[in-house]
């Protein structure tokens, strides 16, 4: 049981988007909560956003409020975080997650997830 980071992280200008995604296997992702995370150089992980499983109820970090949507294909069991007007700042690399339940996800952002992907480089410059 594992989360695949399928595509998305790149290298960008600022101002541009990037669409990532996620794919669950071994595992249905229908009913599980769904978390995108990023650590910058030198930084903590942070989280950005997350949806509950069954609620379609989301949170994001402030910084990507209005820029990042969090979103999902049960259907595919993947996950999606589409990124509009990139800045250098939020260079990082990006994490998907997954939990089981709806617990996982609050207005914290906290990293209480069972399965975590990869991780894919998302770099913003000119």
């Known amino acids: 049981q594992v989360l695949r980071v399928e595509s998305g992280g790149g290298l960008v200008q600022p101002g541009g988007s990037l669409r990532l995604s996620c794919r669950a296997s071994?595992?249905?992702?229908?009913?599980?909560?769904i978390g995108w995370f990023r650590q910058a150089p030198g930084k903590a992980r942070e989280g950005v956003s997350c949806?509950?499983?069954?609620?379609?109820?989301?949170y994001y970090a402030e910084s990507v409020k209005g820029r990042f949507t969090i979103s999902r294909d049960n259907a595919k069991d993947t996950m999606y975080l589409q990124m509009n007007d990139l800045q250098p700042d939020d260079t990082a690399v990006y994490f998907c997650?997954?939990?089981?339940?709806?617990?996982?996800?609050?207005?914290?952002?906290?990293?209480?997830?069972?399965?975590w992907g990869q991780g894919t480089q998302v770099t913003v410059s000119s």
């Open positions: 949806l509950k499983a069954h609620v379609s109820r989301s």
């Open positions: 997650a997954a939990a089981p339940g709806i617990s996982a996800c609050t207005n914290q952002l906290n990293d209480l997830y069972n399965y």
């Open positions: 071994g595992f249905r992702l229908e009913g599980w909560t």
